[in-house]
């Protein structure tokens, strides 16, 4: 009985438990049949809003907009992303291996996904419990970059898969290499491998050799941490990499591979263009193209825009402003440290110094912020580090700032700038690098804080070869050569003199200096002062030029009348306002340096004006001319002019013009420059002859190292608050302006144009003249030479006097003594 009970017993708890069994069966087939059907929904929904592949087959991608000088010299970029696109065609096939081997080996076998990869992958990470290793191919990569966000989630993976698929559909494996190579992040700010090759090796992708292909593709994976020039070791172990996987796929021999690794890299410290040598030209093109084409096209278009600018004037305009301007601000004084810092801080600010270092050497002549760390009182030289560099610096290389005191201890040594201790932030200048870890030897440097500006133009064509709008681009944009007005001082005075010799005027005319007193409205007097204080009695026109001489271009101003002499300037392309005044033979105008020097190039272009420009072609990205400038054509012969007549302003027939915008020639398809005939050839030939004196014995003496006929004029406002020097040769006019942003601010002792303005032309004009041939000023056919007294301007009898020169019919017909 018992018996047969217990086996009824286990007979039901069998059944319940098979039930219950089955009950969980039932349940777990429930929800993956849901769960399937979930994920089937999902996955139809996620489908059913995923981008359309077929986009990729007109790829269009951000291209850069370069910018060349007048001899086809790259000079500068317009982009957001910094990618140049070239065809597979043109790319060595060992490169894309070189990429295929690391990146996706077996990627001319899957289709979109490589399902071994990921077990691969997945196996790997699991056994080092981290993310060692993914499994993304060449095509997942390229829909991750160009159709999909890059949030971090499963549905984004889950996309990247199914889009991986329809991509292989859609497109050959060539057409996805195309696409990849060329939307690739490489590092430095390229994009895709031509600019990538460009940036690092300085060449054209089909010009790579295997050793720097294998660094290129070594790049992916961490772009800034295999950079070969912040990193060169860890590129180079990057290098090894791929070339054993080259090697292993069979794309290379051992023998190649080999050989690769001994083959010596020349590295490029970044992107070949000019950077901030060529910043202030280019933001002035900026505003217009900007303005004129757009954003988009501007950025992403790929332009072709040719300039005006040589590039090897405009960096010579860059070193000598620079140069001048510490020249200029050393002369006040050192102004101490920037800052100090706690022996704990030095490590997190040398970091950070380190990050803004775009080579792995320091380059000589340049100046770096770094701190100092330790002193040594009894010799005189501290120890300073840049970054992650360290070095010396001696009593020579602080001599320029007087007897420092060296103090060995962290903190303010007290408020005297007269002293450097531990901590001191200041700015080095690199006078030996680090060679053979001896460290480097630095000279201490200082931030001006004295502004400049310089720009200098072919007077024969309007072209603006070299333009600097200020001491430091990134810390003002603020364009000093376009948008300062500054009183121009005594280099408006040309314009003045020029406008009396229209008048009749001669170089020999006298006028007396001698004070003078001129109504000033309420009962009070305006009088002029010479620089000096001193009177000279009796002068001629040019002994009046060649010493500045204040009261006499007041009363030849006079003479001529304002109204006259304002009419001449807005000929000469003055836009500025000028008021009708007498001080304005003193240069109280406030004009641009690009005004006043633009000014000049008549003088220097037989009284041709041409308007400024800085843009010669635009073209698109397939090489179709959206703008173009043409070469003037010659001017229309001048009205002559006479003793007693007024020159008439002659509109002269050239082949383009445009309208000006902010400076800028504003061009559409058929855009037109116009040259005018501001003044005669005959005006510009005698105006030129006096400058010529400034230069050779008067304030522009400075002027006279470039060794070659110069024509130029100083200028120095009152208290020295604006420093002036333009200057010119038959082929090139250049005007340079020194000053503070503060307009209060004096340039103290040292601060007159013929001091501080003059250097700075003549350091930037022997480096842009040296490959033009020496030219004199040529005397047009209506000049004659006569032999006067320059004290009195009487005709000279014999070979007495000196030769000067007049219009025929002006001549003096007197004789001294008669």
């Keep these: 009985m018992y018996q ?5 017993s286990r007979r039901a708890s069998s059944r319940s438990g098979k039930g219950f069994l089955s009950t969980l069966l039932l349940i777990a087939v429930t929800l993956v049949v849901v769960s399937l059907l979930g994920l089937g929904g999902y996955v139809a929904f996620l489908m059913a809003k995923l981008p359309k592949v077929d986009r990729l087959t007109d790829y ?99 996309k ?35 600019a990538a090759a460009e940036t690092y090796f300085g060449k054209r992708v089909e010009q790579l050799n295997l050793a720097e292909m294998a660094i290129l593709a070594g790049l992916p994976k961490a772009p800034n941490a295999y950079s070969p020039i912040k990193h060169l070791d860890r590129a180079k172990e990057r290098q090894a990499y791929v070339l054993d996987r080259m090697v292993a796929e069979g794309f290379v021999t051992q023998a190649e591979a080999d050989h690769a690794r001994k083959t010596a890299l020349t590295i490029l410290p970044g992107r070949r263009v000019m950077n901030d040598r060529v910043a202030y030209f280019l933001e002035q093109m900026r505003i217009y193209l900007e303005e004129k084409y757009g954003e988009d096209q501007l950025y992403k278009g790929g332009l ?54 775009d080579s792995a050497a320091l380059k000589a002549g340049e100046t770096y912020s770094g701190v100092v760390t330790a002193v040594d009182p009894v010799k005189g030289v501290a120890t300073v580090r840049v970054g992650d560099r360290f070095g010396t610096l001696d009593r020579k290389g602080m001599g320029w700032a007087g007897k420092l005191a060296l103090v060995n201890s962290y903190g303010k040594p007290g408020k005297s700038a007269k002293s450097l201790g531990l901590g001191a932030v200041i700015d080095l200048q690199v006078i030996t690098p680090d060679q053979n870890n001896q460290g480097a030897v630095f000279a201490l440097d200082q ?86 204080n001193n009177y000279r009695g009796p002068v001629t026109m040019r002994e009046a030029l060649t010493n500045s001489i204040n009261v006499v271009s007041v009363k030849i101003l006079e003479k001529i009348g304002v109204d006259h002499a304002v009419a001449f300037a807005k000929r000469l392309g003055f836009t500025s306002k000028i008021e009708p005044n007498l001080s304005l033979a003193l240069g109280a105008a406030s004009v641009s340096p690009l005004e006043l020097t ?46 007693d007549s007024d020159i008439v302003t002659q509109p002269v027939p050239v082949s383009t013009s445009t309208k000006p915008a902010a400076a800028l020639p504003s061009a559409g398809s058929s855009p037109v420059l116009r040259a005018t005939q501001a003044t005669s050839a005959d005006v510009a030939y005698l105006i030129t002859s006096l400058m010529e004196s400034v230069v050779q014995s008067g304030t522009g003496h400075r002027a006279a190292a470039i060794k070659r006929p110069v024509a130029g004029k100083t200028g120095t406002t009152n208290e020295m608050k604006d420093a002036w020097f333009v200057g010119y040769v038959p082929q090139l006019v250049t ?43 040529e005397a047009p056919e209506n000049v004659s030479v006569v032999r006067v007294n320059p004290k009195n301007g009487k005709l000279a009898r014999g070979t007495e006097g000196s030769a000067e020169s007049f219009v025929k019919g002006t001549e003096p017909s007197a004789y001294e003594g008669d």
């Design 60 to 158: 269009k991608p951000p291209i850069v907009s370069q910018v060349f000088g007048d001899d086809g010299t790259l000079v500068g970029e317009f982009y957001l992303e910094r990618r140049l696109v070239v065809p597979v065609t043109k790319m060595p096939r060992k490169l894309i291996q070189a990429f295929v081997a690391a990146e996706d080996a077996s990627f001319y076998s899957h289709k979109g996904i490589d399902y071994f990869g990921v077990v691969r992958a997945a196996f790997k990470n699991i056994i080092s419990m981290r993310k060692k290793e993914g499994a993304s191919t060449i095509t997942q990569q390229v829909t991750k970059t160009m159709l999909l966000t890059p949030e971090k989630k499963l549905s984004r993976k889950i």
């Design 735 to 777: 005007g340079v302006w020194v000053g503070f942003d503060n307009q209060a601010r004096s340039l103290g002792a040292g601060g007159s144009g013929g001091q501080a303005a003059a250097p700075i032309w003549a350091d930037y004009m022997m480096k842009a003249v040296a490959g033009l041939p020496v030219q004199g000023f």
């Design 160 to 194: 990247e898969a199914i889009l991986a698929k329809r991509m292989e559909e859609k497109l050959t494996k060539d057409e996805i290499l195309y696409l990849y190579l060329n939307q690739i992040y490489l590092g430095a700010g390229s994009y895709g491998v031509e």
């Design 4 to 8: 047969e009970q217990s086996k009824t």
């Design 304 to 357: 072709k825009i040719y300039t005006t600018m040589n590039a090897n004037m405009q960096g010579a305009a860059y070193e000598a402003v620079r140069a001048g301007l510490k020249a200029v601000d050393k002369r006040q004084g050192f102004r101490g440290a920037a800052k100090y810092l706690k022996q704990d801080e030095i490590a997190q600010f040398c970091e950070k110094a380190e990050e803004t270092i």
């Design 598 to 643: 633009s000014a000049y190039t008549a003088f220097a272009n037989k009284g041709v004006y041409q308007q400024p420009y800085y843009i010669s072609k635009v073209t698109d990205s397939n090489g179709q001319i959206l703008e173009e400038h043409y070469q003037p054509l010659p001017p229309e012969p001048p009205a002559p002019v006479s003793a």
């Design 447 to 532: 931030m001006p804080e004295v502004q400049g500006a310089l720009v200098s133009i072919d007077p024969r064509t309007g072209g603006v070869k070299a333009m600097i709008g200020g001491y430091d681009f990134r810390k003002s944009q603020f364009n000093r050569a376009v948008q300062a007005k500054r009183n121009a001082g005594s280099a408006f005075k040309p314009i003045i003199y020029a406008a009396a010799l229209e008048k009749g005027f001669t170089a020999a005319t006298v006028i007396d200096d001698s004070p003078v007193e001129y109504p000033a409205g309420l009962g009070k007097t305006w009088s002029p002062k010479n620089y000096d």
